[in-house]
């Protein structure tokens, strides 16, 4: 089987995926898992790969997105814990205090957190920041969640420029500069999305009110006030700890600062928080630590299964193999030959636009690595070809698809950001995408008319 045949494959694995979510046929989990595993079958019988080497792509898979899971399933542990101590009942009632009645406010608030909260460029603690603090707030005033996740992934797209930042680091070292050096190019880039997130904010808060959101407006009158039933309440006001408020707040603070620390892998924080969480609201008592675990099993285990399942999809698609001492493409690097065999001559002179209009779409079929290490060297070489400069590929390459980072499937942060806002993917791909686009558009624009890019 040919590499062309290969690209072909991969990329209808995505359509098909893609196609099934957004009509509702399965769960994410269970299509991650049968299409890829389909086509790991079909490049078996095709003579591409032997089923030992399918084993060890999806055990490859599993090292990608097995510190996700973790993450995911302590993260809910313990933001559903400090939830029962009633940490976050204190926590809203003064941002509900700062924002009254006001939806634009709320969103603004959002982007604001999130901007900040993702200075340390990472997507799945920035989502467990953002996500826990706000939903609430979108609960309570009508709004949502799926505007949530959209105010925060744009905000987290720009933020996401940053020298350090997974995305940025990694062109830079395609382009065997300092990541400082391509950042310092990126800045006016930065400036105007910033500005621009913050005029999205407004926007999606003045949708939300005409949607009748708001502690007065028309949804509350007819769903009325957001509240639990009594013995849910009864439930609450049990494990409510309000003399511990400060105590949880600090405790947060570290758990927070241990992730921004990055010494430990991401999950470990929030292992010692949920620990230390649960010893400290209700004591030495193994009956109430099972029944708090319990109460939050389910939104862990239906995210830990997904997140299972994108192993499959990220070690299918994404990894490789090495036969003989010789490494076999992998199904990514495939369809990137792919593009690059099919892209007309005619658009090569003006590479840059193409790849900064494609990118949004093409983010939602490869994953960060395979997009800045397997397409951008591809796409230099092509630029080289009709003398284009391989900075401003780049620059298109970075701005453009960042923008689109959380939104992408093949991203286990945008799994988790998902999981903990209840919101199905499809719905946020559909919520997100236009306007992610639209935005990377802009940005690529300004790029223009700055002279980083040229037309």
């Known amino acids: 089987m040919t590499e062309t045949m290969v690209g072909i494959l991969g990329f209808l694995c995505i359509i098909a995926i893609v196609v099934t979510l957004f009509q509702s046929r399965t769960l994410p989990s269970i299509a991650f898992i049968v299409f890829p595993f389909t086509l790991a079958v079909v490049l078996v019988l095709g003579g591409y790969y032997t089923m030992g080497n399918v084993g060890s792509l999806i055990k490859s898979g599993f090292g990608s997105t097995a510190p996700t ?27 509900m205090k700062v924002v009254g009645n006001s939806v634009v406010g709320v969103t603004v608030m959002t982007t604001v957190i999130a901007l900040i909260g993702h200075l340390d460029g990472g997507g799945a603690s920035t989502f467990c920041i953002v996500v826990p603090a706000m939903l609430p707030v979108y609960r309570k005033m009508h709004m949502r969640p799926a505007t949530l996740l959209r105010v925060s992934v744009l905000a987290m797209g720009v933020l996401n420029l ?20 391509l950042w310092s190019t990126l800045l006016p880039i930065q400036a105007f999305g910033i500005a621009l997130c913050l005029a999205h904010a407004v926007l999606a808060g003045v949708q939300e009110r005409k949607r009748g959101a708001g502690l007065n407006g028309s949804l509350a009158q007819l769903e009325g006030e957001v509240v639990l039933d009594d013995a849910a309440q009864e439930a609450k006001n049990e494990l409510s700890r309000p003399g511990l408020f400060a105590v949880n707040v600090l405790l947060t603070v570290a758990v927070i600062a241990l992730l921004i620390w990055d010494k430990f892998p991401s999950y470990v924080p929030f292992m010692l928080g949920v620990a230390a969480s649960l010893l400290i609201n209700y004591g030495f008592t193994a009956k109430a630590h099972k029944q708090i675990i319990n109460s939050h099993a389910a939104p862990a285990l239906m995210m830990c299964s997904t997140l299972m399942g994108a192993a499959v999809l990220m070690g299918v698609l994404v990894k490789s193999v090495t036969v003989n001492d010789v490494e076999v493409a992998s199904v990514v690097t495939c369809m990137s030959n792919l593009i690059k065999m099919v892209l007309p001559a005619f658009l ?91 935005f990377s558009i802009l940005c690529m624009l300004v790029a223009i008319l700055l002279g980083i890019m040229p037309l």
């Open 69 to 95: 899971a973790a993450l995911f399933v302590f993260s809910v542990l313990y933001f559903g814990i400090m939830t029962d101590a009633g940490m976050f009942d204190v926590i809203i009632g003064k941002l």
């Open 348 to 438: 090569g002179r003006h590479l840059p636009i193409v790849i900064g209009i494609l990118s949004v779409p093409l983010a939602l079929a490869f994953d960060t690595d395979s997009y800045f290490y397997g397409m951008l060297p591809v796409m230099i070489g092509i630029g080289e070809g009709f003398g284009i400069a391989a900075l401003p590929i780049a620059v298109a390459m970075v701005v453009c698809r960042n923008c689109a980072t959380f939104i992408s499937p093949m991203v286990p942060a945008t799994l988790l950001g998902v999981g903990l806002a209840d919101v199905d993917i499809k719905d946020h791909i559909k919520n997100s995408f236009p306007y992610v686009w639209g």
């Open 162 to 181: 940053m020298p350090w930042s997974g995305p940025t680091a990694r062109a830079a070292t395609v382009l065997g500069i300092e990541a400082s050096q």
